[in-house]
């Protein structure tokens, strides 16, 4: 699953990088762009984009666990109003994460 991830990353890298890098004009940039479209389309690739986001959201929130009992009082204050805010409002919506980022 990973492997797929590192694949994946690697191949859209060097799409990007020949669209960016050549002059191949629109006709070769328009083939791309549908074999871009359909590789984002595929359900294996949706599925480990999803996986990979969450797994990001995972080690996000653990991250600023333990970032937030390290640093304690030492956070300015307008900075802990904001995070109070985030925590507020996604304890009415439930829609965002620790950071205010929409989890949809």
Known sequence: MAAMRYRL??????????VLGTRAGRERYEQLKKSAR???????????????????REVAGKAFHSVSEKVGDKVPESVADRVRSLREQRGQGGAEDDWGTSNT
């Open 9 to 18: 990353t690697f191949v859209a890298g060097l799409a990007l990088g020949y």
């Open 38 to 56: 359909e590789i984002s389309q595929n359900p294996a690739v949706r599925n480990t984009v999803e996986s990979a986001t969450q797994q990001g």
